[in-house]
């Protein structure tokens, strides 16, 4: 608690015209998802690279972790916290413009907390934040598939079409021996007629 009332008072430090400011003060997603956070900060161009220092923490109620650090214009992956290797990636052309954007993959709810981003050059230092609320994703219902058959209920259908043709067929074979004197006389009569 005391770190973060510290860090609150020693933001309020601001020399010149130096400004770090936040792109948005709030940031709400689903774990899983990817996000990109961004501050902006004010760069001369006739300072060095090797005089910028860029910190960037996640404070939650239990910690503060490291998610972004440069150290005299060399990122220190090091200082890195566990929970954010391989998630965490820098845009490089953006930081060389005064931008600092910071691409947060496969997000996790014990990501949510405040994210402050300190910046310190040869003009001075200054710090911006914002918050990150990742919620649980929703489950979303998989689509019904068509419901797949066993072999002995397809082997069932095939026997009652089986039987039902073989019905039909016997119904018709016993029609034709029941009519079959009737066509006979037919065809006697239609050959006798002159």
């Known amino acids: 608690m005391i770190r973060i009332l510290l860090l609150f008072i020693l933001t309020s430090c601001v020399c010149g015209t130096f400004v770090v400011k936040v792109a948005q003060t709030s940031y709400q997603t689903e774990e899983n998802n990817n996000i990109t956070l961004e501050w902006t900060f004010t760069t001369k161009t006739d300072s060095s690279s090797s005089s910028l220092n860029i910190f960037c923490q996640l404070l ?13 214009g060399v990122e220190a992956s090091e200082s890195q916290n566990g929970q954010f290797k391989g998630r965490v990636q820098v845009d ?24 402050v981003c300190k910046v310190l050059t040869d003009d001075g230092w200054i710090s911006d934040r914002c918050r990150l609320n990742v919620t649980a994703a929703v489950d979303q219902p998989e689509p019904q598939k068509p419901a797949e058959r066993s072999q002995a209920e397809i082997l069932e259908k095939v026997w009652i079409y089986v039987g039902l043709t073989a019905g039909f067929l016997s119904v018709c074979a016993g029609l034709f021996f029941v009519f079959r004197p009737y066509f006979t006389k037919c065809t006697d009569k239609i050959k006798k007629q002159p």
């Open 92 to 115: 490089k052309d953006a930081l060389r413009e005064g931008r600092i954007r910071l691409h947060v993959s496969r997000l996790r709810t014990d990501d949510s907390g405040l994210c």
């Open 60 to 72: 939650t109620d239990l910690n503060v972790l490291v998610l972004y650090h440069v150290h005299k």
